[in-house]
């Protein structure tokens, strides 16, 4: 059960493609070993946040702010002042973390159970307190004050279940179950009543589907499309519900609206990610750091690699989508 954890936790696709636009922005390779950094998405401002040694985790929580976890500690950090950070110490280590609300709720996994800090305040609070299942995966649904979790049950054959925990009452709702299985939850789409989800073949924990499911009748639940499991726990959904995600050697744009998908860029990128109004798409591929618009069209090269000295390899938007956050480092096979 720790292995599985880990692989939902901290996999990573290290894949590469191309983007044909000229004209990118070169900051110096040294800045580049390896370390978080950022940039407009005009191709100003570009700086290196901080360099770090493991890195899980990296979202961009605002036009000023990064969230990432490394080693034992979830960090949030100024992009444009560093040394301004709000840093909390895991002693066990963080197996997977995620920021709402510019960081003000942060819900993680530790020991197999899910906590919450609040309000950045330097404390841990359980929330499941399970001894007899694993839980892993937890997103936050703000508009309903609830988590989504996946459990685990290694004395019923591994029965994975999606259960929702309203926070104000401590009521659980099982949504979902099945035997054999890996269950990822992602996030909402469809005005946060449909939890996108994420399932692996039965005993073959590679790859599977993104599926829906309707929060409000949990028995209504869709097919949406393929995917490798690295590629969907680092897929992004826009607002207008596109989903981005890298998998099998590829960048595929879903649209679940009209359920149709569009392969953009070349082939093997390292990371894409789409801005929450829909309208650009940031891909880590093997020229750099290039941007595409909302139909997967090539925009700009915002930085290129450098052999031997720089790459890149995760990519994220800041919710307005005007600052992308990116890690680089001087392997082509390290971030």
Same mark, same amino acid.
């Given at each position: ?203 073959? +924990? /590679?790859?599977?589907? &993104?599926?829906?499911? $309707? #929060? ?5 639940? *869709? ?68 941007? +595409? /618009?909302?139909?997967? &069209?090539?925009?700009? $090269? #915002? ?5 031997? *000295? ?26």
């Amino acid at each position: 059960m720790r292995t599985l954890i880990f692989i939902l936790s901290a996999a990573a696709i290290l894949l590469f493609t191309t983007c044909e636009e000229d004209g990118p922005t070169t900051v110096g390779p040294n800045e580049a070993d390896p370390s978080i950094a950022s940039i407009s998405k005009s191709g100003e401002n570009n700086s290196t946040i901080s360099k770090y040694n493991y890195l899980s985790n990296l979202e961009c929580i605002s036009d000023s702010e990064v969230f990432y976890v490394t080693n034992n500690k979830i960090i949030i950090q100024s992009i444009f002042n560093p040394a301004e950070k709000f840093e909390v110490n895991i002693d066990a280590g963080v197996e997977a973390a995620r920021a709402y609300n510019e960081g003000q709720f942060i819900v993680l996994v530790k020991d197999y159970d899910i906590y919450k800090i609040q309000n950045r305040a330097n404390d841990l609070i359980n929330i499941t307190s399970t001894p007899d299942t694993s839980e892993t995966s937890p997103i936050y649904l703000e508009d309903q004050n609830a988590i989504v979790y996946t459990t685990y049950q290694s004395s019923s054959e591994y029965l994975a279940s999606l259960v929702m925990m309203n926070l104000s009452t401590g009521v659980k709702t099982l949504l979902y179950s099945r035997k054999g299985v890996y269950l990822i939850p992602l996030y909402t789409a469809f005005d946060g009543d449909k939890l996108i989800f994420f399932e692996t073949r039965e005993y073959g +924990y /590679d790859d599977g589907y &993104f599926k829906s499911l $309707l #929060l409000s009748d949990p028995s209504n639940i *869709e097919l949406l499309g393929s995917a490798d499991l690295g590629g969907a726990i680092f897929s992004s959904i826009s607002d207008d519900n596109k989903i981005i995600h890298t998998s099998n050697g590829q960048t595929i744009l879903f649209n679940i609206n009209t359920l149709t998908e569009k392969t953009i860029g070349g082939i093997y990128p390292n990371h894409s990610y789409i801005s929450n109004d829909g309208k650009s798409i940031v891909s880590a591929q093997d020229v750099g750091l290039c941007l +595409y /618009d909302e139909d997967g &069209f090539p925009n700009e $090269l #915002l930085l290129e690699n450098i052999e031997g *000295e720089r790459y890149f390899h995760r990519v994220a938007f800041s919710p307005s989508s005007n600052t992308i956050v990116y890690i680089q480092s001087k392997s082509p096979e390290y971030y």
